[in-house]
């Protein structure tokens, strides 16, 4: 037996867990949740095979990525996404993968041995030969 996911947000968007009903609830998932179980609250369906915006096992996907607790539903996008990497204040949303990336792409190594990281400060890229 396979099972509907929904995803319970609070009043600012934030994932605050994450429950599975029935197949035979999926279609009223939000009702069946908050006044059936008498859960309250707004509970919004997810994909538990949903990853970057792809179906992992090659379905349609829904909602960006499958939510944990902590994750932000983004109603403009319809989609589920991660809060904004503290430390990388300049990374954007790709909003294809439904993930933060650093504003510039990831360039070419110059030699294999090569590590790249990205550096804030400077908004590029480093790339550290590795000895």
Known sequence: MTM?????INENNIVTRVLVVPDEQEHRGQDYLSNE???GGTWIQCSYNT???IHILGGTPLRGNYPSRGHIY???LDAFILSKPENNPSFVLNETTY???????MPELSVPE??????EETLSWNEEVNS
């Open 51 to 53: 990853r970057n915006g």
């Open 4 to 8: 509907a996911h929904f995803a319970e």
């Open 114 to 119: 090569a590590t790249l990281f990205w550096n």
């Open 37 to 39: 179980l008498n859960l």
């Open 99 to 105: 993930t933060w990336v650093p504003p510039i792409p």
């Open 74 to 76: 983004n109603s403009d």
